[in-house]
């Protein structure tokens, strides 16, 4: 059974920082694809940044440069390091994983994927 569980959510000023953590069992990250969605309220879920099972990291426009993806290959986590935190960037976080080759257009799409954790809220606000 996989299973991923997020944590490292909170609350932080804008202009902050804040580093999320995915915990993964019943797969390895190394051999899989594995990404950071979002969703705010009322909103549907959106693509954040995914990492391919080669390395290749890939993020959406409103992040790009703003984030970043890694793994530990080590402690079979994700990791996904955000700095100059907007208020925008307010909600729920998921970490999700898939296996198997699909390109990096498929990626962005929620629907590429097979498991997904439980989420941890992210809040930026003053």
């Known amino acids: 059974q996989v299973q991923l569980v997020e944590s490292g959510g909170g609350l932080v000023q804008p202009g902050g920082s804040l580093r999320l953590s995915c915990a993964v069992s019943?797969?390895?990250?190394?051999?899989?694809?594995v990404g950071w969605f979002r969703q705010a309220s009322g909103k549907e879920r959106e693509f954040v940044a995914t990492?391919?099972?080669?390395?290749?990291?890939y993020y959406s426009d409103s992040v790009k440069g703003r984030f970043t993806i890694s793994r530990d290959d080590g402690k079979n986590t994700l990791y996904l390091q955000m700095n100059s935190l907007k208020p925008e960037y307010t909600a729920i976080y998921y970490c999700?994983?898939?296996?198997?080759?699909?390109?990096?257009?498929?990626?962005?799409?929620?629907?590429?994927?097979?498991?997904w954790g439980q989420g941890t809220q992210v809040t930026v606000s003053s």
């Open positions: 999700t994983s898939t296996a198997g080759n699909p390109t990096s257009t498929y990626l962005r799409y929620a629907s590429t994927y097979d498991y």
């Open positions: 990492r391919r099972s080669n390395g290749a990291t």
């Open positions: 019943g797969r390895t990250v190394r051999t899989s694809n």
